[in-house]
């Protein structure tokens, strides 16, 4: 078989729909994500639908959030938006965040990061279902962003100011809050880094 052939096939088979591994918890740090046997991101953009099952129903996580201005916690609410916890978990746990940056930053409305682009562009191979809930959207309210195309699988936004309008404006799932950090939140600006984000359960 041609060497280039065989690199295409095991590309597909490393990046496609994970087979028997529903339930598993993630890959732990430095290795590979279940499924994958190349770079996390490469991989995750060749997916056509959201990870398996990391998370366990019956715990509560908290993600840490690394930055080049310090550290902010979110209590992550999977009861509210289970698939986009679940698939934020899955690619903090497997170091999909790790250096990106935060490519959106308007004042008194949002800061926004997790694109592989880092210009607002990038994404992954699928969307997110819609999760809409009725968490109300307060100073700290993490969602996902989302355009005409479906909710992203990985650009996340938190809100700076309580903004209601975000409940009827489009579809944003609400999927956590700032635990701890919010004043670290309120310095980030357009290019600084995400250094990775720990998650803990409980």
Sequence with gaps: MKPALLLALLLAV????????????????GSLAPGCQNEIRTCMEQRTSPPPQTIDAAKTYVATVHTSKGDFAIKLDQ??????????????????????TFHRYVP??????????GDGTGGLGY???????????????????SNAAGVSGC????????????????????????QTG?????????????????????
């Design 14 to 29: 490393a990046c496609g729909e994970d087979t028997g591994s529903s339930g598993q918890p993630a890959a732990p740090a």
């Design 79 to 100: 009861k509210a938006a289970p698939v986009t916890v679940n698939n934020f978990v899955y690619l903090a746990q497997n170091h999909f965040y790790d250096g990106l």
């Design 108 to 117: 008194s409305f949002v800061i926004q990061g997790g694109d592989p682009k």
């Design 127 to 145: 969307k997110l279902p819609n999760e809409t809930n009725p968490a109300p959207w307060n100073a700290g309210s993490l969602g996902m962003a």
């Design 155 to 178: 650009q996340f936004f938190v809100v700076l100011v309580a903004n209601s309008s975000l409940a009827t404006s489009g579809v944003y799932n609400h999927f956590g809050v700032v």
């Design 182 to 202: 919010m004043d670290v939140v309120q310095q980030l600006r357009q290019g600084d880094t995400i250094k990775g984000i720990d998650v803990t359960a409980s």
